[in-house]
């Protein structure tokens, strides 16, 4: 049988260091492959070159049986190509429609059909599972339904390939499953599909084959069934976890950091109390729609309270927090989108690092001392083994997942906060990384700081919580401590199975 993809000794070196060295596999037609590997493996380098990006150093492709060279992402287009990218290249102010096909909008006698283009637009968001009108504009959808027009933007093409890069990062449970039956039904019309993650579950529920990059080499390829999650695991770092968790070092809870108390934001959150002490893990969990985010803004001061009142840790009663009365009273959020609520991307590593602290480095009004600032960023980063060639002019958006959820921990700890919300502070990360955040939560707790850890992972909250609040509608349906919960009562709890009982 003639390989859908074939790569032949595939290399590609940057400034003399090797990004991927020797890559040869086959991939047969109709069939999904898994790609995993930590950040910084060689997955997204394999996937430019695939892609026209970037032209590899030396080796051969071919696309079904024919030599393939591409010299630009319009080569992979015309080949049959599609990549889902996890970073959207959508524009807000126009339609969903007029994305789709903004790079090859169909025409008439020279002019864009748009009736055309509107009745293609419905057909392939009735494919992806979005209901939605083509003339609704971008900017008015959330961040699943804007990824899974980047889908339909993708298949819009009727490709032969498709590459899936972290397609499920922003997508609710319900998109979830409509994107996985979307992908199985185009596997079963012979489509071949490439599906890069770090969720090794879903890898292994959808793929028929697994490819593993470390460091720039392919290590392993075989069946799916010749895998589980802890050989893909050690296959990835080059040596074995006991556990995908560290062992947390819980200590006595002191001094109450934080007394919610009634909080209520109409459509939102609900009449919500709770209590968060020094030395505290306090996980929030429940399913996308809960609340849990909107809950954390509200604590913050981002979202104004409709009614309720709040003690942050200076011990201050009040109806009403901005961000700037939060960080005042040593309070610190870190949002579940790093790159557009938690970074600068395109600034320096080092300024980032110091952006909630910048007052602490005035030299006058208006003026930064920005030598002080460097060295205490310089410090940050090594206190955190932020992993860069320096800091001082590299962009954030050159750093892996996990080094840049490292850089907004640090500007938050640039402050010295005595309470931390970490809201999805995994996502996107590979299990190296998000071992070291662990290590890193546990740590800031052991250290006397109070925590709200917020998970739609089951498994993060219950491992590294010490106590766990579960929500719903934007209510708190539940609460269990760390001895009396089990994963079928936290389900249960977060589906109200119980108040339906």
């Not at 890069?196 to 290590?219: K, P, T, W, Y």
């Not at 919500?272 to 809960?290: D, N, P, Q």
């Amino acid at each position: 049988m003639t390989a859908a993809l074939s790569l032949a000794e595939i290399s590609k070196s940057y400034f003399g260091v090797p990004a991927l060295t020797g890559i040869s596999f086959d991939l047969e037609p109709g069939r999904l492959l898994g790609l995993v590997g930590q950040n910084g493996a060689g997955k997204s380098t394999l996937m430019n070159v695939l892609g026209g990006v970037v032209a590899a150093d030396a080796g051969q492709m071919q696309l079904f049986g024919r030599p393939y060279a591409p010299r630009r992402p319009a080569d992979a287009k015309a080949n049959g190509i599609a990549f889902i990218h996890q970073e959207l290249n959508l524009f807000g102010n126009l339609t969903i429609a007029e994305n789709i096909f903004v790079a090859d909008f169909p025409r008439r006698r020279g002019l864009v059909d748009w009736s055309s283009a509107r009745s293609r637009a419905a057909k392939l968001l009735q494919m992806v599972g979005l209901a939605m009108p083509p003339d609704t504009l971008v900017e008015l959808l959330s961040p699943g339904e804007r990824q899974l027009v980047e889908v339909a933007k993708g298949l819009s093409v009727e490709p032969q390939l498709v590459i899936f890069d972290e397609p499920t990062t922003s997508l609710t449970a319900r998109e979830t499953t409509q994107l996985f039956a979307l992908i199985r039904r185009l596997k079963s019309e012979g489509t071949t599909i490439v599906y890069i993650s770090h969720n090794l579950g879903d890898v292994l529920a959808l793929a028929d084959d697994i490819a593993v990059l470390r460091e720039g080499q392919l290590v392993a390829q075989g069946r799916a069934t010749d895998f589980d999650i802890g050989k893909m695991i050690k296959l990835m770092i080059g040596r074995d976890i006991d556990a995908l968790f560290p062992p947390r070092h819980s200590a006595s809870p002191g001094a109450v950091l934080l007394q919610a108390q009634g909080v209520t934001r109409r459509g939102a959150v609900d009449n919500v109390s709770l209590s968060v002490r020094a030395g505290e893990i306090v996980g929030i969990f429940g399913l996308m729609g809960a609340g849990r985010t909107e809950l954390a803004r509200l604590i913050f001061g981002l979202d104004t309270m409709d009614s309720g009142q709040l003690a942050l840790p200076d011990g201050v009663p009040r109806h009403r927090v901005t961000p700037q009365m939060a960080i005042a009273a040593g309070l610190a959020f870190v949002t579940e989108d790093r790159r557009q609520e938690g970074l600068l991307m395109n600034a320096p590593i080092a300024d980032n690092l110091v952006l909630a602290s910048l007052r602490e480095f005035a030299s006058g009004p208006g003026l930064v001392d920005d030598t002080a600032s460097l060295a205490a960023a310089r410090e940050m980063a090594r206190r955190l083994s932020i992993e860069a060639r320096d800091i001082a002019v590299q962009p954030a958006k050159t750093l892996s997942g996990g080094n840049q959820q490292r850089v907004v921990l640090g500007k938050w700890l640039m402050v010295d906060p005595r309470l931390i919300i970490l809201d999805e502070p995994t996502r996107g990360i590979d299990i190296g990384a998000r071992y070291a955040i662990y290590e890193m939560i546990d740590q800031l707790a052991s250290a006397g700081r109070g925590l709200i850890l917020i998970s739609s992972e089951i498994e993060e909250v219950m491992a590294m919580s010490d106590r766990l609040l579960v929500m719903s509608e934007g209510e708190i349906v539940a609460e269990f401590q760390r001895s009396a919960w089990s994963r079928e009562l936290i389900l249960r709890a977060a589906f109200r199975e119980a108040e339906a009982a």
